[in-house]
């Protein structure tokens, strides 16, 4: 094999190393750019549960202290009750 055939040889064995690196870098590109779309996408998905479920938290928490204030109302009659009740059998 001389020089004359294999400088040809040479030159399209680099062009496709070239090639094959500038394809790899592209693929990466596109890769990590849709990557960067997946990570927005998940952060808008999970802000969007955290937002319904502080909004679910502030519901529970309202029902819950509405029921606690109507319990320690029932109580409280429920103690003047029995006081007029101990009251009226100790006369």
Known sequence: MDLATALPNLGVGVAAVVV????????TQIYVSRLKEKDQEFLAEIKEREVSFRTYEKE?????????????????ENT????RVVDLLQK
């Open 80 to 83: 003047k009750v029995m006081d």
């Open 60 to 76: 529970v928490r309202e029902t819950t202290l509405k029921q606690l204030h109507e319990t320690t109302r029932v109580v409280a």
């Open 20 to 27: 094959m690196f500038l394809m790899s870098r592209v693929i």
